[in-house]
């Protein structure tokens, strides 16, 4: 759980209420200069009403240019990010032809996969040349190529599933799929912090979704209790099977999840286990299979094993591993599977060279290296950013760490600050995180050295100091002695 | 006796009497003698408190003890988390060993290929595969973000701004999936009390987005107009304060589920009388329909600004992936932070937005590929028509050439079972690849199904010859015990 300083959460209320204050007299003058000019459509509701897009219009544009930077490179660790400049408060940005090269803190590129990869690239380029780049078909029709037979195999022996099941796209890999395993009837008990591809899965099934604190498995408990007792509401029927679906590593938090202990309450009220591997593949283990490996559960204890190809393979798409029966099933009537044009060839091939890079099937031990690499870099980065006083989340072995900023203020001034000095960081605010918890993200890839990352702590230090984001008392320490001298 | 009893009852009468006589009960209030009021007032008053400072029934509350609990979890018996295999669950679509152009390797031998959507033949394209190449070079495989977290690459923004001009529509955003781009940009325009009036052969993606927006949905009959006014109508009469809500109308431009063809003109009509506004999905008349292959809108004479909201999937003729929504500026700002699809997933991959900016280009290049594209519906179209117990059931121009059982077994199984017996059939025997409507358990379309060819402007005469006669002399011995 974060705790927010009292008077941070106070003044980070006050921000909010002054920003909103302006915001509504703002609209005020805007209805009168609406009404003065009334040219707009008549008998048709606005297509956006007030409300929805008041926090667009009046808070995430002034910050606008903080988020969606458009870059100029493959996301590497170093990338171009092209400058923009906007002429009238924010509200469009123009890109101009002007770039940055910056150090990039802000990519899922966790084995460095993202740019050219001297085994990959040339195989992907080849299948681009005897497949196309697409298929224009779903995988049931004519989509289905050798190339996607190849890579259902190779996932499903990488993550430890008999087989495996892929889609296009790692968003419509949830949000298809639960709705065929689950309907009405059924119960889905969530994290309350998964992804939005999941809620949307989960709403899309109709079936009843209940929520249990984030990543706290003595809550599950209570909540599974609960409702195997209860049964269905109002007809108090039992219900017809419970799927728990937890992710890997948290985007949002940087935490790990509990895997060990859920899975065990599941299998105790024989609850079905969907895990959302999507920042966790590939990323962390021992030899890249996700926090099953890191945490050491058997895979044949997870029913539904799910993963994105986005992050730590460099390519796109998503896949479902499982028991031979349920791929069956879900390849007999998943709209992913029926309705949508399969993964493009070359992205496919991109994850099969990944996997065998990894596994080191290449013949090299790069893939070895790049795990022992991010590994390193991660829990360095953390342990730095700690010692400084930074409110850091998330566990050790994460790749993901999230640096608490509360006020709605800090985040352009972070961002910005960072940018100027050449490292793109990710700010991340309301959608996304609860309104008064506001983080920077930073995403370590093995493609960092240690120059990178030394770097780029002086300068997140330095820019900290400036916005006042040390909310703990810096830790002196060797490294940190290290640090001031480089700089 | 008699006498003692008479006293007390004497006794309370004088009692009464004096009480009711006191200076209190002739108390006149705003100009109102009481009377005896007060004193029943009174003594009502007290019983009530005395029954009130009673206790109420309650039937004892016994909640369940952890035993019981424990009792009920070990109880619980789940079902399995599928159905039972079945035998049709079993089925393995054809493997493709080379590119899905419009020949492709299957089982080692060259088939001619009615199953992809590649309708301008742009699978294979030089030009296309250069522009893949050097994308791929240049930026990788995968974007490695969402687009606000540097998932933006410069080729996304260029290809928006390719679509948006190759429209004439102000700004266009595009998506990283086909299947998402329908299913996210609905939900971020209706929400719940919102009115959708939808045609009833829509696809699963549009089916979704419905269900994920809580609107109030109202299906008209599949591509009929007569259908559609009567429920503008009611919806109009019945519901004064359908004025205030927004409200839609959502129809595909071509029918994936049918290859019919939407009369946009006349929907234009009705949504200017009855002030809706129209979600038009022009995944397979994109690059299709129309003189210069800009969709519907073009095909129908109507400007595109009357159409509010317009998405498309770029799987099909531009021959790449991901898909696009277009309208008004105001329209595509508000996905950019509203749409889940498009803030919550990876952006598409580089090299698929340049590949589709190449394949605009071309088009525009290259008109003649409609004209091409549009000969060969024809010349299939003739060869199919008049097959015994199959009927066209399409639009004479859409490029989904759409065939299906003049006279239905009565079950959607057994149809399909039919139509897959030709389709398998015609591959094995005749090398043609056509492929049936499959449908998922979830999908809540209703219309019959059928066997879809999907025309492209790179098959040869020969071939659409070939794959009539061939599907004319299958259907007749598939058929023959049928009808």
């Given at each position: 759980?974060?705790?927010?300083?009292?008077?941070?959460?106070?003044?980070?209320?006050?921000?909010?209420?002054?920003?909103?204050?302006?915001?509504?007299?703002?609209?005020?003058?805007?209805?009168?200069?609406?009404?003065?000019?009334?040219?707009?459509?008549?008998?048709?509701?606005?297509?956006?009403?007030?409300?929805?897009?008041?926090?667009?219009?009046?808070?995430?544009?002034?910050?606008?240019?903080?988020?969606?930077?458009?870059?100029?490179?493959?996301?590497?660790?170093?990338?171009?990010?092209?400058?923009?400049?906007?002429?009238?408060?924010?509200?469009?940005?123009?890109?101009?032809?002007?770039?940055?090269?910056?150090?990039?803190?802000?990519?899922?590129?966790?084995?460095?996969?993202?740019?050219?990869?001297?085994?990959?690239?040339?195989?992907?380029?080849?299948?681009?040349?005897?497949?196309?780049?697409?298929?224009?078909?779903?995988?049931?029709?004519?989509?289905?190529?050798?190339?996607?037979?190849?890579?259902?195999?190779?996932?499903?022996?990488?993550?430890?599933?008999?087989?495996?099941?892929?889609?296009?796209?790692?968003?419509?890999?949830?949000?298809?799929?639960?709705?065929?395993?689950?309907?009405?009837?059924?119960?889905?008990i969530s994290d309350s912090l998964n992804h939005n591809s999941i809620v949307n899965g989960a709403r899309g099934s109709?079936?009843?979704?209940?929520?249990?604190?984030?990543?706290?498995?003595?809550?599950?408990?209570?909540?599974?209790?609960?409702?195997?007792?209860?049964?269905?509401?109002?007809?108090?029927?039992?219900?017809?099977?419970?799927?728990?679906?937890?992710?890997?590593?948290?985007?949002?938090?940087?935490?790990?999840?509990?895997?060990?202990?859920?899975?065990?309450?599941?299998?105790?009220?024989?609850?079905?286990?969907?895990?959302?591997?999507?920042?966790?593949?590939?990323?962390?283990?021992?030899?890249?299979?996700?926090?099953?490996?890191?945490?050491?559960?058997?895979?044949?204890?997870?029913?539904i094993m799910m993963g994105t190809f986005t992050k730590s393979f460099g390519s796109c798409g998503g896949y479902i591993a499982g028991s031979k029966e349920v791929i069956q099933y879900l390849k007999y009537t998943c709209p992913a599977h029926l309705y949508a044009t399969s993964v493009s060839p070359p992205a496919a091939q991109q994850i099969i060279s990944a996997i065998k890079v990894i596994l080191g099937e290449d013949g090299t031990s790069r893939g070895a290296q790049k795990l022992a690499r991010i590994r390193e870099n991660s829990n360095f980065f953390r342990s730095e950013l700690q010692k400084m006083g930074f409110e850091v989340l998330g566990d050790n072995d994460s790749p993901v760490m999230p640096i608490m900023l509360y006020n709605p203020a800090k985040i352009p001034a972070f961002s910005r600050e960072c940018l100027k000095q050449n490292v793109a960081v990710v700010t991340v605010a309301f959608p996304a995180t609860p309104l008064l918890l506001a983080r920077a993200r930073i995403c370590i890839s093995a493609s960092h050295t240690k120059e990178d990352l030394l770097r780029a702590l002086e300068v997140i230090s330095r820019v900290g100091d400036l916005v006042g984001i040390k909310y703990f008392p810096a830790e002196p320490s060797k490294q940190e002695t290290n640090v001031i001298k480089l700089e | 006796?008699?006498?003692?009893?008479?006293?007390?009852?004497?006794?309370?009468?004088?009692?009464?009497?004096?009480?009711?006589?006191?200076?209190?009960?002739?108390?006149?209030?705003?100009?109102?003698?009481?009377?005896?009021?007060?004193?029943?007032?009174?003594?009502?008053?007290?019983?009530?408190?005395?029954?009130?400072?009673?206790?109420?029934?309650?039937?004892?509350?016994?909640?369940?003890?952890?035993?019981?609990?424990?009792?009920?979890?070990?109880?619980?018996?789940?079902?399995?988390?599928?159905?039972?295999?079945?035998?049709?669950?079993?089925?393995?679509?054809?493997?493709?060993?080379?590119?899905?152009?419009?020949?492709?390797?299957?089982?080692?031998?060259?088939?001619?290929?009615?199953?992809?959507?590649?309708?301008?033949?742009?699978?294979?394209?030089?030009?296309?595969?250069?522009?893949?190449?050097?994308?791929?070079?240049?930026?990788?495989?995968?974007?490695?973000?969402?687009?606000?977290?540097?998932?933006?690459?410069?080729?996304?923004?260029?290809?928006?701004?390719?679509?948006?001009?190759?429209?004439?529509?102000?700004?266009?955003?595009?998506y990283s999936y086909g299947l998402s781009t329908m299913f996210s940009a609905i939900p971020a325009f209706c929400k719940k009390g919102d009115i959708i009036v939808v045609d009833e052969g829509v696809h699963w993606g549009i089916q979704n987005g419905l269900y994920l927006s809580r609107s109030t949905i109202v299906y008209f009959k599949h591509n009929d107009m007569e259908s559609l006014r009567n429920t503008l109508e009611k919806i109009t009469l019945k519901n004064q304060r359908a004025k205030k809500l927004r409200r839609y109308i959502v129809v595909e431009a071509v029918y994936q589920n049918s290859g019919q063809i939407a009369p946009l003109d006349e929907i234009v009509k009705l949504k200017e009388k009855y002030r809706f506004r129209v979600v038009l999905d022009e995944s397979n008349s994109f690059g299709v329909l129309g003189k210069a292959g800009r969709g519907l809108t073009e095909f129908c004479g109507v400007p595109v600004e009357k159409i509010d909201i317009i998405t498309a999937a770029m799987g099909h003729a531009l021959a790449t992936e991901g898909g696009f929504c277009t309208g008004s500026a105001r329209v595509t700002d508000h996905q950019r932070l509203s749409s889940s699809g498009y803030v919550f997933s990876a952006s598409l991959p580089p090299y698929l937005a340049s590949g589709a900016i190449t394949a605009i280009d071309v088009l525009e290049e290259n008109p003649d590929l409609i004209t091409k594209l549009k000969k060969n519906i024809a010349v299939l179209w003739k060869g199919l028509s008049g097959i015994l117990g199959l009927s066209l059931a399409s639009n004479p121009e859409s490029p989904i050439v759409f065939l299906r059982l003049e006279k239905s077994t009565g079950s959607v199984k057994s149809d399909l079972q039919l139509l897959e017996d030709i389709s398998d059939r015609l591959l094995k025997e005749y090398s043609i690849f056509v492929v049936t409507s499959k449908r998922s358990t979830l999908d809540k379309c209703r219309l019959p199904v059928g066997i879809r060819l999907f025309v492209s402007a790179a098959h040869l005469e020969s071939d659409l010859l070939k794959a009539s006669e061939s599907l004319k002399r299958v259907a007749d011995s598939v058929l023959k015990d049928h009808i």
């Open positions: 759980m974060i705790t927010i300083p009292y008077l941070t959460a106070l003044s980070t209320y006050f921000s909010y209420g002054l920003l909103f204050a302006f915001g509504q007299l703002r609209d005020f003058f805007r209805k009168i200069i609406d009404w003065w000019q009334s040219g707009d459509l008549q008998g048709y509701a606005p297509i956006c009403l007030g409300l929805e897009d008041f926090y667009i219009r009046r808070l995430y544009n002034r910050i606008q240019d903080c988020f969606g930077r458009p870059i100029s490179s493959a996301p590497d660790a170093w990338f171009d990010v092209v400058e923009r400049y906007s002429n009238d408060n924010n509200k469009t940005l123009k890109r101009t032809s002007k770039i940055s090269r910056c150090l990039n803190l802000g990519s899922y590129n966790y084995l460095g996969f993202a740019a050219s990869d001297e085994y990959c690239t040339p195989r992907a380029i080849e299948s681009l040349k005897k497949f196309s780049p697409s298929t224009c078909s779903s995988r049931v029709d004519g989509g289905t190529t050798t190339l996607h037979k190849e890579l259902e195999e190779c996932v499903a022996n990488f993550v430890g599933k008999p087989d495996a099941m892929v889609t296009g796209m790692g968003y419509v890999t949830n949000s298809a799929i639960l709705p065929v395993l689950i309907g009405k009837g059924g119960l889905i109709g079936a009843t979704v209940r929520v249990f604190q984030h990543n706290t498995p003595s809550h599950l408990e209570k909540v599974l209790r609960e409702q195997i007792s209860e049964g269905q509401p109002r007809t108090h029927r039992p219900w017809k099977k419970i799927i728990v679906i937890v992710e890997g590593i948290y985007s949002m938090e940087g935490e790990l999840c509990q895997l060990p202990e859920i899975v065990a309450i599941c299998k105790k009220y024989k609850a079905y286990v969907y895990l959302d591997e999507a920042h966790s593949i590939g990323a962390v283990g021992k030899t890249g299979r996700g926090v099953c490996e890191l945490l050491g559960v058997d895979t044949a204890d997870v029913d | 006796m008699a006498s003692s009893f008479l006293n007390i009852v004497n006794a309370t009468l004088d009692w009464v009497t004096a009480t009711l006589d006191a200076p209190s009960s002739r108390a006149i209030v705003f100009g109102v003698p009481i009377g005896g009021h007060l004193f029943v007032e009174v003594l009502l008053f007290l019983v009530i408190v005395f029954l009130l400072s009673q206790k109420s029934y309650k039937p004892p509350k016994r909640p369940l003890t952890e035993k019981e609990i424990d009792e009920l979890c070990e109880e619980w018996v789940p079902e399995s988390l599928i159905p039972p295999i079945t035998e049709e669950m079993q089925y393995e679509p054809p493997v493709l060993e080379s590119a899905a152009g419009p020949h492709a390797i299957i089982n080692g031998k060259e088939v001619v290929n009615f199953a992809a959507a590649n309708y301008l033949g742009l699978i294979g394209h030089e030009k296309l595969l250069e522009s893949c190449t050097s994308a791929l070079e240049k930026y990788g495989v995968g974007s490695c973000g969402p687009r606000g977290f540097y998932g933006t690459i410069d080729v996304h923004l260029d290809c928006e701004a390719r679509i948006a001009k190759f429209l004439g529509t102000p700004d266009s955003i595009v």
